[in-house]
């Protein structure tokens, strides 16, 4: 691990409880974007992990980007709902069960445009990469 990654994940250690204690009073924003904390385990480790996530409200969905900064990896929190896909988020103060699935490429040409206008940088990152940026839409269960 490289001492820039070091630092984000140390980064990630903090906002997490700090979201939690304040019901994402601070932490539950970056710029216009709202920020979900994402739960899944790991498909290799079986460990437990909690993920902080900017998200899109569509409707009673969630939409999330698997973009890791525009890397040609997939994020491994992707990774991990895609091997299993029911999990929980937390919003603010609320905890709720969802099931995740990818976009329809409809889905993805509707949403798109709102993400990137609510984090512009999406768009740099899906021109840093090869692989189509994945949208994550999670339903209520």
Not at 14 to 28: E, F, K, T
Not at 54 to 60: K, S, T
Request: proline share 7%; glycine share 10%.
């Amino acid at each position: 691990m490289n001492l820039k990654s070091a630092a984000f994940q140390q980064v990630v250690r903090l906002h997490v409880p700090v979201y939690r204690i304040s019901h994402g009073w601070i932490g539950g924003r970056v710029g216009r974007a709202r920020v979900l904390l994402l739960h899944h385990v790991g498909r290799k480790s079986g460990k437990e992990r909690v993920s902080p996530l900017l998200f899109l409200p569509d409707g009673e969905d969630l939409v999330v980007v698997a973009s890791k900064g525009g890397s040609h990896k997939h994020p491994l929190w992707w990774l991990n709902l895609r091997e299993m896909p029911e999990t929980t988020v937390e919003v603010g103060g609320v905890t709720r069960r969802v099931k995740v699935r990818e976009a329809s490429p409809e889905e993805r040409a509707r949403l798109w445009p709102k993400l990137v206008g609510i984090w512009p940088d999406y768009a740099s990152y899906q021109q840093r990469t090869e692989r189509e940026i994945p949208l994550g839409i999670l339903t209520p269960l």
